[in-house]
């Protein structure tokens, strides 16, 4: 339980970081690129905690799985990017094949 709570908040804060590139102007806004690169380091941070006992793969499946859909849906909701089916069904298999890896993962536990 805990280290799922530390993976959602791995997530969460490294969505939060992809999310916010747009407003580092290419790196040219000091602050917001500190805000991003303080993310990707505490993410990367909790992930590295979790794969002490969550086996890596699954871990990083999720993590970059789940990150990429949710930065996907974000940037459809609010930063005015387009939404085709082909990008919907790409987001569909990629939460088909984390959810494949996990299922994988535990029949083996």
């Not at 871990?59 to 974000?74: D, E, H, K, L």
């Not at 005015?80 to 298999?93: F, I």
Request: aromatic share 10%; no cysteine; charged share 5%.
């Amino acid at each position: 339980m805990y280290a799922a709570l530390l993976l959602l908040s791995a997530i969460g804060i490294e969505v939060g970081a992809t999310a916010s590139l747009p407003r580092t102007r290419g790196f040219h806004d000091p602050t917001w690129s500190l805000a991003v690169v303080t993310g990707y380091a505490v993410s990367i941070w909790l992930l590295s905690i979790v794969v002490r006992t969550v086996p890596v793969s699954i871990a990083y499946a999720v993590w970059s799985g789940v990150g990429t859909a949710a930065v996907a849906v974000i940037s459809y909701l609010w930063l005015g990017e387009s939404m085709t089916w082909v990008k919907a069904l790409s987001l569909a298999l990629i939460v088909v094949g984390v959810v494949g890896l996990n299922l994988a993962g535990s029949a083996h536990a």
